[in-house]
């Protein structure tokens, strides 16, 4: 899902939208299972299994040339980076892998609200801070959402905090 935040010129956009993604999950082999047909002319969908991950990116769409690439992060729901508290605290340390930063599986905590911060990998590999998005996920059992129907057109977003 997209969505686009028009005359930013500052590089700030607020968005308060909620999007539903509807899967399937192995808690034994932490996959997410999605059915596809594997052609335009096949009859029967096929299974495939996939890591359980939450990729995000920042595009910077412009009119009249090819739109920039900003940044992007990539969270694997299983082993979630806590998200720092505020933007301040917001860096790319939050992402680190050496066992020092605390991590939740989405599929437990079923509840995360934080910042993480969006990156470019330059030339060397190094990672290069270029963003960050606040974000709040949400985890619910298909009989948990059929209660409480959201996104899809089916409701306003939440309101935003007063400025």
Not at 47 to 53: G, T
Request: hydrophobic residues 35%.
């Amino acid at each position: 899902c997209t969505d686009i935040h028009y005359r930013s010129l500052t590089g700030e956009g607020n968005f308060n939208w909620r999007f539903i993604f509807p899967f399937d999950y192995l808690p034994a082999e932490e996959k997410i299972v999605i059915s596809r047909k594997e052609s335009l002319f096949s009859w029967d969908e096929t299974e495939c299994k996939i890591p359980a991950r939450l990729e995000l990116q920042v595009w910077d769409a412009d009119h009249f040339s090819a739109d920039d690439f900003l940044g992007a992060i990539t969270l694997d729901l299983n082993r979630f980076p806590r998200g720092a508290k505020s933007s301040r605290l917001c860096t790319l340390n939050v992402l680190k892998a050496d066992g020092n930063v605390p991590t939740v599986s989405l599929f437990k905590q079923r509840r995360l609200k934080g910042w993480w911060p969006f990156y470019v990998k330059k030339e060397n590999e190094e990672m290069e801070l270029t963003g960050k998005v606040e974000a709040e996920l949400h985890l619910l059992t298909k009989e948990e959402a059929d209660k409480a129907p959201a996104g899809m057109g089916r409701g306003e977003p939440d309101p935003l905090d007063k400025p």
